[in-house]
C-alpha cells in the first residue's frame, strides 16, 4: 500500500496553465516546486491566498525533521490534549511554518469528529500530510512511546510505593498544568485571530465555547463542529456568496497516506476486528484473559469521544473489578485484573508525565498481567495497543477520504463554522482547565501566577515552548519545597 501522492494544494485547482509563476516555494535544496507551478491558474496571486498564508512560505520537511521534532515533543509535551494541540500549533504552525492555520484546524477537527485521543490522531495526521503513511507513523509513534515506556516501567517496579503521591510530585504536577494551561490560552488566542474573523465566525466560536462548556458531554464536541459548519453553508445560500477560492497554493499537504481502497478497507478492518472480537467474548464461556483484556480496551477505544478524561471512568468500570452489599458499600473483588488503588496509583503518576493520557493503558497492562501471572509484556501491549489502535486505524483510513471532498464546494463553504466551533473548544478548554488546575492544586495562588508568568514566556516572548514547560515543573517544585500558597 503506497503513499498516495497529492498536488500541493490538496485539494485541487480550477484551471492549469503552464509557465505561470504563482505557487512557486523554494524547496530546501533551493529547487523549485514542480507540481505547484503547473496547478496554479492565472488568475490567482499572492492576495488571492488565505490570511493566514500571505507572508508565509510552508515549510516542506523530511524524515529528518519529523524524527526531530516529535522526539522532542514526545519528551516534554505535558498537560494534557488541549495542551499537545496548543504545543502543535505554537511549534510546527507558528514558528517552523510546517502547515497553515486553516489546514492545521483543519485537522483537528477531523479529530474532534472521530472516536479516539485527538492529540494522538492529529499526531499522526501531521506527519501523513508532509511523509506519508512512514512519516505519520514516525511522528506518531515518537510522540507515544516516552510516556507508554515510562508508565510500564513505573506498573512493574513501583506500582505500590506511588499508591500515594505526595510532595514534590503534587508540586510539579501544578507547575506543568499552569504551563499548559498557558499554551492553550496563547493558541486559543492565535487561531481565533485567524479563524474567527467577523461577526458570524464569531458568534459561531463564541457559542460553541459556551455551549461545550455547560455541557460537557462527549458527543457534544463532534455536534457542535458540525453545527457551525452548517451554519456557514446555510448563511452563504442565503447570502448567495461566491464560491470562496480553492487554494491552489497550499503546502501543507503532500500526501493523503493510503489511497481511498486501502482507507475504506482499514475503516471496514475496524468495525470488523471490533465485532468479532465482542461476539467471541460472549460466546465463549471460559475466554482466556488476553482475549477479554483486548476486547476491553479495543471497545473502549472505538467509542470514546471528548479524550483522557472522558475515558478514566470507562477504564476503571473496565479492569476495576468490585462488588457492592446492601448498603452501597463497595471493595474490590479478590479476582479483580487492577485494584482500586492501583488504578488512582498511576492516574496521579500519568498526568504528570509526557502524552497522551491514553497511555494508562500501558501501566494498566502492565499491573493486569502481573496480578494474572503473565509476562508483563503481554498486558501491556494487549492494553496499549488495544486502546491506541482505533483511532490509529480511523485517522489512516478517513485521511484519504478527507483529501477527496476538502475539494467539495459544500465542504469549503462549511469549512470556516466547521473552524470557528474547533477554536470555541480549544478556548473552552481554557476555562475548564484553569478552572480544574485551581482546585487540585495545593497552592493555588502560585499556580496562577506560573500560568500568567507562561503565557507571556510563550505568546510575547516566543521562549522555547518545551524549555517553558520544564521551567514550569522546577518552580512547581520550588513552591512546594517553600510552602507557597
Request: neutral net charge.
Amino acid at each position: 500500500m503506497g503513499d498516495q501522492k497529492t498536488s500541493p494544494d490538496g485539494v485541487g485547482s480550477e484551471e492549469k496553465a503552464p509557465g505561470d509563476n504563482v505557487g512557486l516555494s523554494k524547496r530546501p535544496n533551493g529547487a523549485q516546486d514542480i507540481e505547484a507551478q503547473e496547478s496554479a491558474p492565472p488568475s490567482v496571486t499572492v492576495k488571492d491566498l488565505p490570511d493566514a498564508e500571505q507572508g508565509q512560505e510552508i515549510i516542506d520537511v523530511g524524515y529528518t525533521d519529523i524524527a526531530k521534532q516529535f522526539s522532542l515533543l514526545g519528551w516534554t509535551a505535558f498537560g494534557g490534549p488541549s495542551a499537545h494541540i496548543a504545543l502543535f500549533e505554537k511549534r510546527l504552525v507558528e514558528k517552523l511554518h510546517w502547515l497553515s492555520t486553516d489546514v492545521y484546524a483543519e485537522l483537528f477537527a477531523l479529530g474532534q469528529c472521530m472516536p479516539g485521543p485527538t492529540s494522538t490522531q492529529v499526531s499522526f495526521a501531521i506527519g501523513t500530510i508532509k511523509k506519508g503513511v512512514r512519516g505519520g507513523l514516525l511522528s506518531g509513534v515518537l510522540f507515544q512511546y516516552p510516556g507508554a515506556f515510562i508508565m510500564c516501567c513505573i506498573g512493574i517496579f513501583a506500582a505500590k510505593q506511588l499508591e500515594n503521591p505526595r510532595g514534590a510530585l503534587n508540586g510539579m504536577v501544578a507547575g506543568v498544568s499552569a504551563v499548559g494551561v498557558a499554551l492553550v490560552a496563547s493558541a486559543a488566542k492565535s487561531m481565533a485571530s485567524k479563524l474567527c474573523k467577523g461577526p458570524l465566525l464569531a458568534t459561531i466560536c463564541t457559542l460553541a465555547t459556551v455551549i461545550a462548556y455547560y455541557w460537557p458531554k462527549a458527543y457534544t464536541f463532534p455536534c457542535l463542529i458540525i453545527a457551525g459548519g452548517l451554519l456557514t453553508l446555510l448563511w452563504a445560500i442565503y447570502t448567495k456568496e461566491p464560491m470562496p477560492v480553492v487554494k491552489v497554493r497550499d503546502q501543507s499537504v503532500r500526501s493523503h497516506g493510503l489511497g481511498m481502497p486501502a482507507g475504506g478497507l482499514l475503516l471496514v478492518t475496524w468495525i470488523v476486528v471490533l465485532v468479532v472480537t465482542i461476539v467471541l467474548v460472549n460466546v465463549l464461556r471460559d475466554a482466556p484473559d488476553p482475549l477479554r483484556w483486548w476486547e476491553v480496551f479495543f471497545r473502549i477505544g472505538s467509542v470514546i469521544y471528548g479524550g483522557g478524561q472522558v475515558v478514566l471512568p470507562m477504564l476503571y468500570e473496565g479492569v476495576v473489578q468490585r462488588s457492592c452489599d446492601a448498603n452501597k458499600v463497595c471493595v474490590d473483588k479478590a479476582d479483580t485484573w487492577v485494584t482500586s488503588k492501583q488504578f488512582y496509583a498511576g492516574l496521579g503518576i500519568v498526568q504528570a508525565l509526557p502524552g497522551p493520557l491514553f497511555n494508562f493503558s500501558s501501566y494498566l497492562g502492565t499491573i493486569m498481567a502481573l496480578n494474572g501471572d503473565y509476562a508483563f509484556i503481554v498486558g501491556a501491549v494487549i492494553a496499549w495497543f488495544g486502546l491506541f489502535l482505533p483511532g490509529i486505524m480511523l485517522i489512516f483510513g478517513i485521511m484519504p477520504f478527507w483529501g477527496h471532498f476538502r475539494k467539495w464546494k459544500i465542504y469549503r463553504r462549511a469549512l470556516p463554522g466547521f473552524n470557528a466551533a474547533g477554536v470555541g473548544l480549544i478556548i473552552t478548554s481554557v476555562f475548564s482547565l484553569t478552572f480544574g488546575a485551581l482546585e487540585q492544586t495545593d497552592f493555588p495562588k502560585t499556580s496562577l501566577g506560573l500560568g500568567i508568568l507562561a503565557f507571556t514566556a510563550v505568546d510575547q516572548l516566543k521562549w522555547f515552548e518545551p524549555l517553558v514547560v520544564i521551567m514550569g515543573g522546577v518552580l512547581g517544585i520550588c513552591a512546594w519545597v517553600a510552602g507557597m500558597d
